[in-house]
């Protein structure tokens, strides 16, 4: 069973920067993407960024397009979010995820194993 562990969280003013990580405890050769999702409080889990393990192709979800940074170290099975340019509605709790199957990753449904999550808070 895979685990995948989080880390950089915190809270941040407005306009700030955070970098989140997201380490496999293994990766399968079977593995797909990873996917970075958020939730709000009184929020649906909403997509957020997703990369490809193999030729590291990328998706971003609208509202996050040109301030957020996905991208992945094969090396070391992990995974980092850059956000720039942070907005108090970015606060939220962030997941990665582990996808095994070829296809659309904005799903939350299609991701197989996640992690803990780790708080995000922007203040204005």
């Known amino acids: 069973q895979v685990q995948l562990a989080e880390l950089g969280g915190g809270l941040v003013q407005a306009g700030g920067s955070l970098r989140l990580s997201c380490a496999a405890s293994?990766?399968?050769?079977?593995?797909?993407?990873m996917g970075w999702f958020r939730q709000a409080p009184g929020k649906e889990r909403e997509f957020v960024a997703a990369?490809?393990?193999?030729?590291?192709?990328?998706d971003y979800a609208e509202p996050v397009k040109g301030r957020f940074t996905v991208s992945r170290s094969n090396a070391k099975s992990t995974v980092y979010l850059q956000m720039n340019s942070l907005k108090p509605e970015d606060t939220a709790v962030y997941y990665c995820?582990?996808?095994?199957?070829?296809?659309?990753?904005?799903?939350?449904?299609?991701?197989?194993?996640w992690g803990q999550g780790t708080q995000v808070t922007v203040s204005s």
């Open positions: 293994f990766r399968a050769f079977s593995n797909y993407a």
């Open positions: 990369i490809r393990w193999s030729g590291g192709g990328t």
């Open positions: 995820a582990e996808k095994r199957s070829i296809g659309p990753v904005r799903a939350a449904n299609a991701y197989d194993f």
